[in-house]
C-alpha cells in the first residue's frame, strides 16, 4: 500500500510532540511486563504514561486523536448484492441482499488502497414508522460520527452495513442466528475485496453492533483483522440468564427487535422466519421448564458465537467493558478473555467502572449511582481512547507503527486506573471465608417471612480481611452455598457490600437447579442437600484496611425475574466458603489519564 507524504508528516509530528515530554516514565513493573511497556514506543507516539501531561478535545461528545489527519470524506457511497442464503434458512429466501453505505478518504482518489472500519447493525431504520433511527447512508450518531471525523481524515474507509431483515437488506430477521452470521461475513467479504480496498477490515461497536463483531469471527474471515467489541455479547443464553437467573428481557428479546425491523406491511413476511416462532418462546419455555425443554437449546446454541470464534478467527482483539455493565455483564468477556490469550490471540483491553457505554461517552459516565461506578466518575472519561484506538488499528490495518501493547487497562471501583498483563491477573493470592465463622442472619431466601410477613432474606457478615492493610479485590469470586432445596426452582441473589461504609462492591445470582454453574440445569429434589457453586461478576474494588464483608441474599435482585416457583421454593442457607482473589501492587502500576479542570466528568 503507498503511503502518502502527509502520512509522513504525521508521524514526524507525533515524534516531535514525544521529544518535549519530560520526565520519567510514569510507571515500572519490573520484569518481563516493563520491558514490553516502553517509554516512547520507538518514538513515533507519545508514551501511554506520558499522555496525562498533553493537551486534549474534551468539549464534544466524545474523544479525538492527538492529530487531525489529512484527508477529507467522499461523498457516500452505497452498495446492495445478493447472497445465497439457501443453506442457512429452513425456509424462507434462498437469495437475499445486504444494504450498506460507505465513505471513502480523498486518497483513494489517487488510487491508494485503504482499510475499512464497519459498524455492522440491526440499528438503521430501526424504530417504529415515524420514529426510526437513520439509514445507512446517514453518519450514525455517536459511533459513526466517532468514526468518520476521527479516522476518515486519517485514511481510513468507514462503511455501515444492515443486516438481514433491516433497513434494506431484505430477508428474514435472524436474530444473532446463523442466517444473520452468514449475511455479516459476506459483508466482511465484501468490503475486503474491493479495488479501493487494501483487503483489511476492522470492526467496531457496542452492544448489538459488538455481537455482529463475534458472528463475523465465527467464520473467520481471511479479511477480517481486527475486532473492537464495546460490551458486545457473546452468547445469547449467557447474556440473558446468568447461572440460569432470568432477565426480564429474556422474556421478549427476540419478538422486540422484530418488531421493531418490519414496516408492517406486505413484503414483511419475507421476514418471518422459523427462528421467529422459536424466539418467541425460547424465553417463557426456559425461565419456567428448565431442564424440562432440551429443545430450545438448539435455539440458544445456534446464537452462542465466541466458543466458535475461538476456533475460526485469525484476527487481533481489542476487548471493551464496562465493569458496572447490567446491560451487557462483564461475564460475557471473562474467563473468555484469558482463554482467548491462552489460544494464542492478541488482545488488548479497556475495562472501566462505566455502565453500558463507550469509553469516552461521558455524558453516560456521569449519571452513575454511588456503588455502580459513582466513586470512579472523576478519573472515569479516557479522553484518549481516539487516539489508543487510532495506533490499534494503525498497526493491525495498515502496519504502520509499533505493535501495541498487548495488556489490560483496568479502573478499579475507587477510580484509579493502572496496567496489567492481563484480567483478571494471574497472580492473584486466594483467600477463603468459612461463612460458618461469620454471623448469619436469617436461614431461608425466599417464601414469606414469619416476621412482618415479606420475603424471607438472609445477611452473613465477616470480619476484615486484613486489619492493617488495604486490599485490593481483583477477579472473578466464588461463593460455594451449602443450601437444602424445597423443590426443583428457587433462586438466591448475592449482594456483596462493603460491611462498614455499605457500599456495593459486586453481585453474583443462581437459580438453584444451575447449581453445578453454567447453562446446563439439573433437576433438584425436595430436601436435597447440594453446594450451589456461584461466581461473581467481575470485581476490581479497594477493599479498606479493617473493613469486613457483608453478604446480603435476597430471591432476586435488579433486573432479574424472581424463580418460576414463586414463594413456594426458599431455599435454606447452611454455610459455605467464599473466595477471594487478592493483589498486591505498588505505584508502579498505575495509569494516570487525561483529565482537565473543565472536562466533563469533574462538574
Known amino acids: ?13 507525533y515524534l516531535l510532540v514525544s521529544l518535549v515530554l519530560l520526565g520519567p516514565l510514569a510507571g515500572c513493573f519490573g520484569g518481563d511486563l516493563s520491558d514490553a511497556i516502553n517509554d516512547d514506543k520507538e518514538g513515533m507516539y507519545p508514551s501511554i504514561w506520558q499522555r496525562h501531561n498533553l493537551d486534549w478535545n474534551w468539549t464534544d461528545s466524545y474523544s479525538y486523536t492527538l492529530q487531525p489527519g489529512p484527508y477529507h470524506a467522499l461523498e457516500v457511497q452505497e452498495a446492495t448484492f445478493e447472497v445465497d442464503t439457501s443453506q442457512v434458512w429452513e425456509t424462507g429466501p434462498s437469495t437475499a441482499n445486504i444494504h450498506l453505505s460507505y465513505w471513502l478518504p480523498s486518497n483513494t482518489e489517487i488510487g491508494e488502497q485503504v482499510p475499512v472500519i464497519a459498524v455492522i447493525s440491526p440499528y438503521f431504520s430501526f424504530g417504529q414508522q415515524g420514529s426510526e433511527s437513520g439509514a445507512t447512508n446517514v453518519v450514525g450518531a455517536g459511533r459513526g ?58 470492526l467496531y461497536g457496542k452492544s448489538y453492533e459488538g455481537a455482529t463483531q463475534w458472528e463475523a469471527a465465527v467464520h473467520g474471515s481471511d479479511y477480517l483483522a481486527t475486532i473492537v467489541p464495546i460490551s458486545g455479547t457473546t452468547g445469547l443464553h449467557p447474556l440473558l440468564y446468568k447461572n440460569g437467573s432470568a432477565e426480564a428481557r429474556s422474556q421478549v428479546m427476540h419478538m422486540n427487535y422484530f418488531s421493531s425491523t418490519v414496516d408492517y406491511n406486505a413484503e414483511d413476511m419475507d421476514n418471518i422466519c422459523p427462528d421467529i416462532v422459536e424466539g418467541f418462546f425460547a424465553g417463557p419455555v426456559t425461565y419456567g421448564m428448565g431442564e424440562l425443554d432440551p429443545y430450545m437449546s438448539n435455539y440458544y446454541e445456534e446464537r452462542e458465537h465466541i466458543s466458535k470464534a475461538i476456533n475460526n478467527y485469525q484476527g487481533s482483539v481489542y476487548w471493551v467493558q464496562g465493569m458496572q455493565d447490567w446491560n451487557v455483564d462483564p461475564h460475557q468477556v471473562f474467563p473468555w478473555y484469558q482463554q482467548f490469550r491462552d489460544q494464542g490471540f492478541e488482545v488488548r483491553g479497556m475495562l472501566g467502572q462505566w455502565e453500558h457505554n463507550y469509553p469516552d461517552q461521558w455524558s453516560k459516565h456521569n449519571a452513575q449511582d454511588s456503588g455502580y461506578g459513582g466513586e470512579a466518575i472523576h478519573n472515569m472519561t479516557r479522553w484518549d481512547w481516539a ?61 414469606f417471612s414469619a416476621i412482618g ?80 457453586l456461584m461466581e461473581f461478576q467481575a470485581i476490581d474494588a479497594i477493599l479498606p484496611a479493617g473493613h469486613g464483608i457483608r453478604l446480603v441474599m435476597t430471591e432476586t435482585g435488579e433486573d432479574y425475574l424472581a424463580p418460576a416457583c414463586g414463594v413456594l421454593c426458599p431455599v435454606t442457607v447452611n454455610g459455605g466458603t467464599l473466595s477471594i482473589p487478592q493483589i498486591y501492587r505498588d505505584d508502579s502500576t498505575i495509569l494516570i489519564t487525561p483529565q482537565g479542570e473543565d472536562a466533563a466528568n469533574n462538574q
Open 1 to 13: 500500500m503507498k503511503v502518502a507524504s502527509q502520512d509522513k508528516a504525521m508521524r514526524i509530528a
Open 453 to 532: 410477613g415479606g420475603l424471607s432474606t438472609v445477611t452473613i457478615e465477616c470480619g476484615a480481611l486484613d486489619e492493617q492493610l488495604d486490599t485490593l479485590i481483583s477477579g472473578l469470586l466464588t461463593l460455594h452455598l451449602d443450601v437444602t432445596a424445597a423443590m426443583d426452582g428457587g433462586q438466591i441473589f448475592v449482594e456483596m457490600q462493603d460491611a462498614e461504609s455499605g457500599l456495593r462492591i459486586g453481585h453474583a445470582t443462581m437459580d438453584i437447579r444451575y447449581y453445578q454453574g453454567g447453562s446446563e440445569p439439573t433437576t433438584v429434589l425436595p430436601l436435597q442437600s447440594l453446594t450451589m
Open 387 to 447: 487516539q489508543d484506538l487510532f495506533e490499534w488499528f494503525e498497526y493491525y490495518l495498515k502496519g504502520i507503527g509499533p505493535k501495541p501493547d498487548l495488556v489490560a487497562q483496568i479502573q478499579r471501583n475507587d477510580g484509579q486506573w493502572r496496567i496489567e498483563e492481563t484480567w483478571p491477573p494471574q497472580d492473584g493470592k486466594w483467600s477463603s471465608l468459612d461463612l460458618s465463622e461469620c454471623s448469619q442472619t436469617g436461614t431461608r431466601v425466599g417464601g
Open 145 to 202: 460520527e466517532f468514526i468518520y471525523n476521527n479516522f476518515v481524515p486519517h485514511g481510513y474507509a468507514f462503511a455501515q452495513v444492515s443486516v438481514f431483515g433491516t433497513e434494506e437488506s431484505s430477508g428474514c430477521f435472524d436474530y444473532r442466528g446463523e442466517g444473520e452470521g452468514w449475511g455479516i461475513h459476506q459483508a466482511v467479504e465484501w468490503l475486503g475485496t474491493q479495488n479501493w480496498s487494501n483487503g483489511k477490515v476492522g
